[in-house]
């Protein structure tokens, strides 16, 4: 062995702000340019963006928000397994075609009662049912709004009740509302037993988010981050959610392997492993895990990491996205890559994409936003939000994703706390980050992301360069865009 070989047989580890994309023959306007892609094999996105699993960025709220634009929110993990749960299930609850869990009601309950439990429960009708669940009845706040509290339900209720099957679809659930001017459609077996229920005001949600990524049940679809040796959370999640992924600083690890495999017997989701960063990881994943549906690839890049600080070890995101898709391509994997860490700008993710990537999932963007956890600041004037990373002190006192890190690392910190600035809602995010990825995608003439992998060339800059590619000789109201 040679010593001085390491130096000469060295890889670039390219990132970001290395290189920049060139224009290219365009045919097409940016607003033509199309952004769906895949988060895993089976998850299709309407725009290419994930929000990361930490708790500072991703709960109910996060994917809530995310989904009902079209992107994947990947709930964290640094929490209980029952919290973790309860957060896939209030995404699953938000918008369905038919509510399962439904609250119904006794014909004996008061309307002082009913009136108690509207507020309770936030809803404005129940559909009445004696004990075996056969349905009597439904009454809603238009019935007992101005009624003798002392009444009961069975006094009050509308007993006609117009219901349908299980096997109504959307266009039909909207026409019985309709015709029958009402807000609630009970769904009832053969033997008039509630199975569920149809509401016009879960029918016009889905009118208002039109790019929502929803499952065969009209759910939204929610992802969970995991642990590869937690198989327990791993099952429970399993129950809820469309996506597990796992959350783990190296992958590319024997332990991490040998405990995906035993998960990928259990587990019917889609699975998504990394976090990894080389061309042989990638092979690895391929050939040893059968059954994978994605990889999440980058390390150190992150906004937060100090891995590659305290270490020196690390595979920035865009060298990670470009070693893994080869890797994809060559088998013919047909694997989703998602770039993870590391991204500022839409033109990050143009970049990312050009080498391979199926879509970006980001920590710091996210966490700037309304729908992120953390608390909102003001530090002279403007507004931030906490973010910290999931090797941090902060994260670690929580002390549920240790095994993000390996054995020695858990008594080093490799991630820092901080703010964020405060970036308004998902809503605008998504908004900034696909316009200015469609931006990108009409410079590099490219229509989709397929086409971006391709056709979108790349050149380098250098570091005098780069000064010149931002803002230069003007005075700025405020500070640099980094
Ligand atoms: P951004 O740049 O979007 O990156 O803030 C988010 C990604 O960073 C990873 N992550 C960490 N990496 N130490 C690390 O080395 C940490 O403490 C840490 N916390 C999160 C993770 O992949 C996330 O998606």
Redesign the pocket.
Known sequence: MVFRDKFKNADHALTFNDVILLPGWTTIEPSEALVSSNASVNVKLNIPFLS???DTVTESEMAIALARHGGLGVLHRNCSLDEEVEMAKSVKRAEALIIRDVVTVDPDKTVEELLRMMEEHKIHGFPVVEANKKLVGIVTSRDIRLADPKLKARDVMTREVVTAGEDISLEEAKKILHKHRIEKLPIVDESFRVRGLITMRDITLKGTYPNALRDDEGRLICAAAISPFDLARAKSLDEYVDVLVTDV?HFHNKNCFDATKKLLKEISADLIVG?IGTYEAAEDCITKLDGIAGL?V??????????SVVTRAGAPTLYAVAQASDAVKEYGANLPVIA????RNPGDIAVALSVGASAA?????F?GCTESPGTLVALEGRYYKE??????AA?RRKRFAQDRYSKPSKSIN???EGWVPYRGGVADIVAEFVGGLQAAMGYAGTKTIPEMWEKAKLAFVTEKGSQELLPHDVLLPRSKPS
């Open positions: 990361s699993p930490m600083a976090n999440r980058g390390i150190g890049s992150g906004s937060i990491c100090t891995t993870d860490g590391g991204i999932m980001m920590g710091n963007i966490a973010y910290y990373g999931m090797g941090s994260a490799e991630g820092v």
